[in-house]
């Protein structure tokens, strides 16, 4: 199943979000109240682009053969899977009164056509897939939904819905911001030292040939314990005390990511004839 939230308390995972927007050169965000955040991130995510591709008509040319020409306007396409599971949200004694489809339809509504200019004009609303600084928007093209497993008296408790965006058009790539969290320190763009286990600023400033200065370096880092570092810990060699940089001292380098999971974007062109 794809992955879900097993973060530490300190972490929250991004969710991935489909959201109606509006039309428009510059689509903004509508009807917030149909918002539908993933309850599992996908595993991975498939983006595809294609031309239209026509061989001309007429004889051949006399040296090889005529190229091809382009007849149509691109496509990009996004495919992804999601999971959605009652069980994992509901307590044992609620579990007779669920059905996963009430998670599922918050999805089926993005490819439910609408209303248009006119009453008998029927379109699906435009759809914006973001997760973290991926953002892709489009129609909703497709949505298959495969219900996995069920109640003992037969109600779907989980299912699996894969679903195709598109847009009519090959565009640049571009990355949605990501708001930094409140506090988050900034990072020195000089490189950092990594204080290996047992190490005090003394031991890594005189490894370097600085050893005369190590208060300074501990007192530009921030570091209340100079003799006692903890295992990771980054250190700007190059700080002094009267310097901008005084970041990085605090920072823990651990083995174990937070996150578990990931995505994974392939990209593949394929022009049809």
């Known amino acids: 199943m794809a992955n879900g939230d ?32 993933v309850q599992f991130n996908p595993e991975s995510l498939k983006v595809s682009f294609s031309n239209q591709i026509s061989k001309p008509d007429g004889a051949p040319a006399k040296k090889g053969k005529p190229p091809p020409q382009f007849v149509g306007q691109g496509t990009t396409k996004l495919s992804l899977q999601l999971w959605f ?32 200019e006119s009453a008998e ?35 779907p408790l989980r299912a699996s819905v894969t679903i195709g ?18 506090g988050a320190p900034q990072l020195p763009t000089r490189p950092l030292t990594q204080a290996p286990a047992g190490s005090s600023v003394q031991k890594i400033a005189d490894s370097q040939g600085k050893g005369g200065n190590w208060q300074d370096i501990a007192a530009a880092n921030n570091i209340e314990n100079p003799r006692m570092l903890q295992p990771g ?40 004839g």
């Open 6 to 37: 097993n973060l530490s308390n300190t972490q929250k995972l991004a969710k991935a979000k489909l959201q109606e927007i509006s039309t428009g050169k510059k689509p903004k965000t509508i009807n917030p109240d149909k918002d539908c955040e």
């Open 121 to 155: 004009k029927m379109i699906p609303p435009l759809v914006r897939f973001s997760w973290g600084s991926f953002q892709f928007d489009g129609i909703m093209e497709s949505m298959e939904e495969s219900l996995e497993f069920f109640s003992s008296d037969g109600r």
């Open 165 to 182: 965006l598109t847009q009519q058009e090959i565009t640049e790539v571009k990355f949605a911001d990501i708001p930094k969290p409140p």
């Open 233 to 272: 810990q980054l250190l700007d060699m190059n700080a002094s005390v009267g310097g901008s940089v005084q970041a990085g001292a605090s920072f823990g380098v651990s083995g174990s990511a937070g996150v578990q999971g990931g995505v994974s974007v392939s990209g593949s062109v394929s022009i049809g």
């Open 85 to 116: 599971d009652v069980t994992a949200l509901i307590p044992p004694e609620q579990k007779e009164e669920t059905d996963v489809r009430n998670l599922t339809k918050k999805v089926a509504y993005f490819i439910t056509p609408k209303p248009g």
